[in-house]
Every structure is written in structure tokens, then in C-alpha cells.
T-cell receptor
Framework: GAGVSQTPSNKVTEKGKYVELRCDPI?????LYWYRQSLGQGPEFLIY????????DSGLPNDRFFAVRPEGSVSTLKIQRTERGDSAMYLC?????????????FGPGTRLTVL | AQSVSQHNHHVILSEAASLELGCNYS??????LFWYVQYPGQHLQLLLK??????LVKGIKGFEAEFIKSKFSFNLRKPSVQWSDTAEYFC?????????????FGSGTRLSIRP
């Protein structure tokens, strides 16, 4: 079956602009996660959705970052007034809470570059 | 602070050498433990996981890991590496009783295998 997909694969923007990154999880997965991975680092948790609601948004770095999942499937990560420090790979993952082991399946990521 | 530590940033081995990558975590209580791998140009994928039971866990491609609770460690091993094992390896912890919640990743170990 289809895995997690993310669009765009690459996004180049200018400092101060607004960007949206999209994640399409595996069909039937009710849990969805966003991570950010900077060069040379491991993925860093941003936010976790269970269904339509954000169950844990403790990883969002500041109020410029926001994510939605209005219908409990596709999610959009929104970044306002982008800064050069926002440049990173943004990863999305999904999982099925019916599984006990919380295996998260990752997408290919969106590489964001803020000039 | 709660964290996941991977001691080796870059490991270089020859083919057929044995591998051990260290991982320590600082969370108390019940944890789920993972090793993820990222091959060049590919997205993160699960190598193996520990949830409960036998602390020696077998994964794909001949990898295994041992959970030693007293040492808060989950080291990854492979008796004989191949050139195709060249990748970035991430240890990760799900520090929660909840089956679906965030994963905390280590900073990764880059493994380079000389043919």
C-alpha cells in the first residue's frame, strides 16, 4: 500500500514569507506526527495529532509554527514569517494506535530552505 | 535533562567487521525503544524495536539490539557488516505509557563501510 507522502519535496522561500507543508498519512492511521531534522541531528518532535486534534504540541518552537488536520487525515504544517533558522528537513510520520508498539512510518520529508 | 545519547558520530568499518553502536537514554519508567535507519537518499525506516519481553531483539538485515535496563542502554549490533549497511542510524525512545506519542531521537551515527 501507499506510504506517507509529503509535498513539496523541496521548498525555497525568502525570509519573512509564509509557507505550508503538506503530509498525507497512511490510510487508516489516526495518529500523525511532525518532526524537524536539522543537518547532522536526529529528528526533533514538533507536534502529534490523534484524529483531528493536537494531542501534544509541546515541540513547536514558537507561535510562528502551527499545524492543522481538519478531517483527521491530511495535515498541513504552517510557518509564518519564516527565518533562516527554520531551514531544515520537515518529516511527517503516521501510526496506528491499534498497534501496541507505536511504530511510526515516516515520509520522505520536505526540505525547507529560507534564504 | 531527558535525552537519548549516541556516543559515536561517525563509524568507519571494513566489510565483514563486527558492529556495535552505542545508545543510552535518561528516561525513567517504561519505555519503548527503537533503532531507525536512513539509507542515502531514502527516508527513515524502522530497523528494530523493543516493546517488552526478551531484551535481545532481532531486526531486519541481520541487526540485533540488547536492552539493558540497569544501564539504560539499547546498543545495536551486527556480527558482519556489508557495504550496503552504509547509512545513518538513529536510536529513539518513546518515553510514555501511551502507545501513541512522540519519539525522542538521538543525534544519529553515520556508518561508512569500506568495500
Amino acid at each position: 500500500g501507499a506510504g506517507v507522502s509529503q509535498t513539496p519535496s523541496n521548498k525555497v522561500t525568502e525570509k519573512g514569507k509564509y509557507v505550508e507543508l503538506r503530509c498525507d498519512p497512511i490510510s487508516g492511521h489516526t495518529a500523525l506526527y511532525w518532526y524537524r531534522q536539522s543537518l547532522g541531528q536526529g529528528p526533533e518532535f514538533l507536534i502529534y495529532f490523534q484524529g483531528t486534534g493536537a494531542a501534544d504540541d509541546s515541540g513547536l518552537p514558537n507561535d510562528r509554527f502551527f499545524a492543522v488536520r481538519p478531517e483527521g487525515s491530511v495535515s498541513t504544517l504552517k510557518i509564518q514569517r519564516t527565518e533562516r533558522g527554520d531551514s531544515a528537513m520537515y518529516l511527517c510520520a503516521s501510526s496506528s494506535p491499534e498497534r501496541d508498539d507505536n511504530e511510526q512510518f515516516f515520509g520522505p520529508g520536505t526540505r525547507l530552505t529560507v534564504l | 535533562a531527558q535525552s537519548v545519547s549516541q556516543h559515536n558520530h561517525h563509524v568507519i568499518l571494513s566489510e565483514a567487521a563486527s558492529l556495535e553502536l552505542g545508545c543510552n537514554y535518561s528516561y525513567g519508567g517504561t519505555v519503548n525503544l527503537f533503532w531507525y535507519v536512513q539509507y542515502p537518499g531514502q527516508h527513515l525506516q524502522l530497523l528494530l524495536k523493543y516493546f517488552s519481553g526478551d531484551p535481545l531483539v532481532k531486526g531486519i538485515k541481520g541487526f540485533e539490539a540488547e536492552f539493558i535496563k540497569s544501564k539504560f542502554s539499547f546498543n545495536l549490533r551486527k556480527p558482519s557488516v556489508q557495504w550496503s549497511d552504509t547509512a545513518e542510524y538513529f536510536c529513539a525512545v518513546n518515553p510514555s505509557y501511551s502507545s501513541a506519542s512522540k519519539i525522542i531521537f538521538g543525534s544519529g551515527t553515520r556508518l561508512s563501510i569500506r568495500p
